[in-house]
């Protein structure tokens, strides 16, 4: 739930329009109409006011979106960090020099005089 979801429905629970809480809070009521609907944010001393009025905290106003982020993020496998220690090992086997020593992060790279070589899979 967004910010502006929060308190829309914060304010409707205490049967307050949006005119109403315009004034308590000394702004317009397209202010508050942007705050809901998320094209604008509440300044902080605005936040300070509401979490007073809805008696709630200004991070549970702040906090948005927290189980939702946790469902939409991205799944950290195995193969995943596997797949990301790679790339980043053939980063930084693109841009390393050629005649620096033998690499060998977790035994997976190896050269020779004429090539690099990294290993799909530990052996």
């Given at each position: 739930m967004t910010?502006?979801?929060?308190?829309?429905?914060?304010?409707?629970?205490?049967?307050?329009?949006?005119?109403?809480?315009?004034?308590?809070?000394?702004?317009?009521?397209?202010?508050?109409?942007r705050w809901e609907t998320g094209i604008s944010f509440p300044e902080t001393d605005k936040l300070i006011k509401l979490s007073k009025l809805f008696e709630c905290s200004t991070d549970f106003l702040l906090n948005e979106d927290i189980q939702e982020n946790a469902e939409n993020s991205i799944d950290v496998s195995i193969d995943n960090c596997y797949k990301f220690i790679c790339e980043c090992g053939y980063f930084f086997l693109a841009t390393s020099f050629n005649n620096r020593p033998k690499l060998r992060p977790f035994g997976m790279i190896y050269s020779n005089k004429k090539a690099l070589y990294i290993a799909e899979r530990a052996i």
């Amino acid at each position: 739930m967004t910010t502006g979801e929060k308190l829309a429905l914060l304010r409707e629970k205490k049967g307050i329009t949006q005119e109403k809480l315009s004034e308590i809070l000394n702004v317009s009521r397209q202010s508050v109409s942007r705050w809901e609907t998320g094209i604008s944010f509440p300044e902080t001393d605005k936040l300070i006011k509401l979490s007073k009025l809805f008696e709630c905290s200004t991070d549970f106003l702040l906090n948005e979106d927290i189980q939702e982020n946790a469902e939409n993020s991205i799944d950290v496998s195995i193969d995943n960090c596997y797949k990301f220690i790679c790339e980043c090992g053939y980063f930084f086997l693109a841009t390393s020099f050629n005649n620096r020593p033998k690499l060998r992060p977790f035994g997976m790279i190896y050269s020779n005089k004429k090539a690099l070589y990294i290993a799909e899979r530990a052996i």
